[in-house]
């Protein structure tokens, strides 16, 4: 059983992707082609952003983006430590200072409660992480920015598709920024990103910096970045779209039975989704007490598992010196019970069935010595 089903997406997809790349080779015009295009209008359309533009990862895109606001060394962007280090990697190498407020104990996302008290004189953005695939309380934090006259980007990396409110993720803010790394909901087969806003001004400044700041060709209006992505990957992008609402209904569709079959199951609490919005699960996500044990019976068992994420950043030795006056003990706990489950379109429910049945007998075996035994042997081996 694969974490991520990739292969059985490829299959599936097969001609379109393949006639895709194709029609690139013979056009020739691999960077910034007509696929480009087509694809930013496809993406903007169905996000209902006034503007796409893409870039070369969703970590580009986080930077781009603070480039294009115009950060400037020592301005603070508020965000969750609960999260990729890409979020808060690219407010210092964009000159600023991540400023961490904890999370919901439920839903693992920032808690937008808890955003105001760390407003300072300095403040100039805030970066909420739409984690596992849901969106965080966003009209909260446009509140918060708002009273503020702070700047609002989603890390979307997680969560292309979802919806909020009625709304798509990506079109809720000053920028919503995506990810189309691979195993993210939307991939490509490479490294790939976009942004998205619906300011013009912020568009254009996205579009120079993402070729080195030009606004005519070796006119360098701007500092910027190379950060262009491929139109090879741009046409693997547009043939995926193809099937991306389908995906989507999937995914609805196995996160739901995940949430029936575990709720039978004794020792595990699944991540909230709230009501007024949903989770394309680009990790469907579990928490559970003796994690070591448990994901080493799953993995003796043949059911793969990942940790998103073992150490908020506020503990990683790169960060720790950004942390502030929130403690952010709840990501503190929550760290150490996370455990993802295998999840993608293309998941059956033969396996899905053997992912629960393994989890029930692991979870009965976790707290008892022998079978913590055998779990520790695998983890040595
Ligand atoms: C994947 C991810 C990123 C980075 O995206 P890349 O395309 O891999 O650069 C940033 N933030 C979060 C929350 C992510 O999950």
Redesign the pocket.
Known sequence: MQFIDLKAQYAALKPRIDARIQQVLDHGQYILGPEVKELEQALARFTGSRHCVTVA??????LIALMALDLKAGDEVITTPF??A??AEMIVLAGGRPVFADIEGDTCNIDAARIEAQVTPRTRAIMP?S?YGQVPDMDEINAVAARHGLAVIE?A??SFGAVYKGRRSCALSTFG?T???PS?PLGCYG???ALFTDDDSLAQAAREIRVHGQSARYTHTRLGVGGRLDTIQAAVLLAKLERFEWELERRAEIGERYERLLAGVGGVQRVAVRADRNSVY?QYTVKVDDRAAVQAALQAAGVPTAV?YPKPLHRQPAYAQYAGTDLCAVSDREAARVMSLPMSADLSEADQDRVVQALAVALKGAGSAPAAKAASAVVAH
């Open positions: 990862s969703g970590t580009e895109a986080l999260t990729f890409a979020t992480v984690l890390d990396a997680q920024a990810s189309f790394f993210k490294d790939g990103g680009a998103h």
